[in-house]
């Protein structure tokens, strides 16, 4: 079995829950944009640094993804595929 050994200290004191409040708000995916960089947009311009996106409708171009993987060189405990 592989082992990862984190660096450095341990923090003292985990951050165990932090408050968090949101709101409702639309605003549509700039086309020719990545999906991800299209909704970055979105948020940012409404104050947010992150958020959760419901996508009502709309066509998408292709998909690429990647799959969890052994490590090529064995350095890694957790590595991903090449890109499908």
Same mark, same amino acid.
């Given at each position: 079995?592989?082992?990862?050994?984190?660096?450095? *200290?341990? !923090?003292?004191?985990?951050?165990?829950?932090?408050?968090?409040?949101?709101?409702? #708000? !639309? #605003?549509?995916?700039?086309?020719?944009? *990545?999906?991800?960089?299209?909704?970055?947009?979105? %948020? +940012?311009?409404?104050? %947010? +640094?992150?958020?959760?996106?419901?996508?009502?409708?709309? +066509?998408?171009?292709?998909?690429?993804?990647?799959? *969890? +993987?052994?490590?090529?060189?064995?350095?890694?405990?957790? #590595?991903?595929?090449?890109? %499908?």
């Amino acid at each position: 079995m592989r082992r990862v050994e984190q660096p450095g *200290p341990p !923090a003292p004191e985990r951050i165990q829950w932090v408050e968090g409040r949101g709101r409702a #708000f !639309a #605003f549509t995916l700039q086309a020719g944009v *990545p999906l991800l960089e299209a909704a970055r947009r979105g %948020f +940012a311009e409404a104050g %947010f +640094a992150s958020g959760t996106l419901n996508i009502q409708s709309g +066509a998408l171009g292709p998909f690429a993804y990647v799959m *969890p +993987a052994l490590s090529k060189t064995g350095e890694n405990a957790a #590595f991903y595929s090449d890109i %499908f």
